[in-house]
């Protein structure tokens, strides 16, 4: 008898020094397996949360103020000023692809972040320079009656222009390898293996993006503010400032992070393998039990078999051997190393269901352009509608920048990130039983219900405001604030949607593609740019022909914008059906539960 509660006694004393270190094969700062008290979780978040915060701010100063600056400095006209715009989000918002890419398959993601980090700053000190050093500053304009004068005063017109647009560019590329790399970095220091630890994980981000809507606000709003009243330079000095601290409070939460190796080889590659596989074994039958499917008993994270995409289930079947010899090599560790397997010909079951969740990513990526499409607007024609209206506040006569009014949204989704999280979550769970209060996906449809709804109010609004500006032939403006409601509730569904489309993203991606699971995202945004740009050409001439007014005019005033509204909000509203039924029908990543010791891994940190 006490034999039996001594050897109880042990293995409750052997569970709780395991549970001492973390098990998701990654390792600390000096290559060891991390300690679990020591190291992760919102100790380390909290540090990559603080760099999120400096470069968020950073850009939304550089991006909101971008067509102004063109405009008013670089002495651009409007529509090269437009396109230049243009070019550096296309390119600022794709480039994410290739730095997730890097991060996953090179470099890792704490190595990628101080890259991309010190390129960045090398483009915000270009920047600062180009508008203190005389050599490099802006010609001045004078004015002669209708004409203007450009006084270089004794250097080159192009010089500031150059220097300015290497400067961007710079900063461009270093987002590229910025944001992929560090959202993945911060939801990497969760173990999804441990319960306490998982349901931090779904928190993050969450607070993840509260950090990005604080450092949007700030820019937006005051630094913003200096530009324009004091000098650029003021405000690039202090963004520039700014990044280089949070780079060190970054660098300073080295020992608290969990690092991941990277892959050292393209992660595309082993899908390419699994085509490959299935087509040259084709004619193969399907084995009778999933089970005989070939996969590697050491991998970190194996993934249940699902009944999706069969075919390529043949990919992962062991040739040129009988019934008995497939049994022995899925059950025996010493038969399944015995195996000399080609990738080409023979693929591991886990890179089989790794390719499934690629294919599966793929519709749910093509429904969230609509959604994408609708958020472009907040930043164009809502800040449009702001400039027809009076943007006065109080008796003193103080004008909100038009720009400003974009803060709004990133307020709604303050408020909506802080009620979901600490009151919404919590009662869910305990309604449904479900760790993340309800799924991902719904939590997605949500938001995208949210942002149906603010085109339509964008829409009345605008009736509205085109009624008072013809009926008063525009002296009387409608005050500012009633695009406020618009506003709020787009940042309602950004914090359901966008936050959702992150850690969708992040978390059904393959563990060795994390990076580019958040690029993927991204590239949700930067392709719903483009798509924005041509669907506002195809209305443009669809709504102008026979004669009849284009939506688009000269001015706000001679459009009809309401009506574009109308159209985002249809759009929406018949792929939020067609998106519905894709989640509904959603297989969800699933790993086997497999404890690993990893205390000889190494980590290139």
């Known amino acids: 008898m006490d034999y039996g509660a001594e050897t109880k006694d042990d293995k409750n004393l052997e569970t709780i020094k395991e549970e001492q270190w973390v098990n998701d094969s990654s390792v600390d700062h000096k290559g060891r397996r991390p300690l679990r008290a020591s190291t992760g979780v919102w100790k380390a978040a909290l540090f990559i949360i603080a760099i999120e915060f400096g470069e968020r701010l950073s850009y939304f100063v550089i991006s909101t103020n971008l067509i102004v600056y063109l405009t008013k400095v670089v002495h651009q006209d409007l529509k090269t000023a437009a396109k230049n715009v243009n070019y550096w989000s296309g390119v600022t918002t794709m480039m994410p692809l290739l730095g997730g890419f890097l991060a996953d398959a090179y470099f890792g993601r704490f190595s990628m972040v101080l890259i991309s980090s010190t390129i960045y700053v090398l483009g915000l000190i270009l920047l600062t320079m180009s508008e203190l050093i005389p050599g490099l500053k802006p010609c001045d304009v004078v004015m002669n009656g209708s004409s203007t004068t450009t006084m270089c005063q004794h250097r080159s017109l192009k010089v500031h222009e150059v220097v300015f647009f290497i400067a961007i560019y710079l900063i461009s590329i270093g987002t590229g390898g910025h944001k992929p790399s560090l959202e993945s970095f911060g939801a990497d220091q969760f173990d999804e293996n441990h319960a306490q630890e998982r349901k931090k994980k779904m928190s993050y981000f969450n607070w993840w993006n509260f950090g990005l809507c604080s450092g949007l606000i700030l820019g937006v709003t005051v630094v913003a503010h200096i530009q324009q009243k004091v000098s650029w330079a003021a405000g690039d000095i202090i963004i520039t400032v700014v990044m280089i601290a949070t780079i060190a409070v970054f660098c300073a939460g080295r020992p608290f992070y969990r690092y991941r190796k990277a892959k050292q080889g393209s992660p595309l590659t082993p899908m390419i393998q699994v085509i490959v596989a299935a087509i040259i074994k084709r004619n193969l039958p399907y084995p009778s039990n999933p089970a005989q499917l070939y996969d590697e008993t050491n991998h970190p994270t194996p993934l249940q078999h699902t009944d999706k995409f069969r075919f390529l289930d043949k990919a992962a079947i062991v040739e040129k051997i009988g019934e008995e010899e497939i049994q022995k ?34 519709p749910i990526w093509l429904t969230t352009l609509t959604f994408g499409i609708c958020l ?158 041509i669907l506002i050409i195809v209305v443009d001439r669809v709504s102008g022909m026979n004669g009849r007014s284009s939506w688009f005019g000269k001015d706000m ?22 998106y519905t039924l894709l989640a509904r029908k959603y297989t969800y990543k699933n790993s086997i539960k497999n404890k690993i010791s990893n205390t000889s891994s190494t980590d290139n940190v």
């Open 557 to 578: 005033n001679e459009s009809r914008i309401d009506n574009f509204y109308w159209l985002l909000a249809g759009m929406n509203g018949m792929n939020l059906i067609v």
């Open 376 to 533: 472009t607007q907040a930043t164009t024609f809502f800040i449009k509608q702001g400039t027809h209206m009076n943007r006065k506040i109080g008796d003193g006569g103080f004008e909100l920048p038009p720009a400003s009014t974009f803060c709004l949204a990133a307020i709604g989704m303050i408020l909506t990130i802080c009620v979901y999280d600490r009151i919404l979550v919590p009662r869910l769970r305990r309604v449904t039983g479900n760790e993340r209060g309800i799924n991902i996906l719904p939590r997605i449809g949500i938001g995208m219900a949210f942002t149906m709804l603010a085109m339509v109010i964008a829409a009345l609004v605008e009736k509205k405001r085109l009624a008072v500006a013809h009926s008063s032939s525009g002296k009387t403006l409608m005050s500012v604030f009633w695009i406020a409601p618009q506003f709020l509730v787009y940042g309602i569904g950004d914090g359901f949607a966008l936050v959702g489309l992150q850690e969708y993203f992040y978390d059904q991606s393959p563990d060795s593609m994390r990076s580019l699971g958040i690029a993927f995202y991204l590239s949700v945004l930067g392709v719903a740019d483009f798509l924005s740009s």
């Open 329 to 362: 090599a899925v059950s025996s560790i010493s038969t399944q190393t015995k195996i000399q397997r080609n990738p080409w010909s023979l693929a591991t079951a886990t890179s089989v269901e790794e390719l499934k969740l690629l294919l599966n990513m793929i």
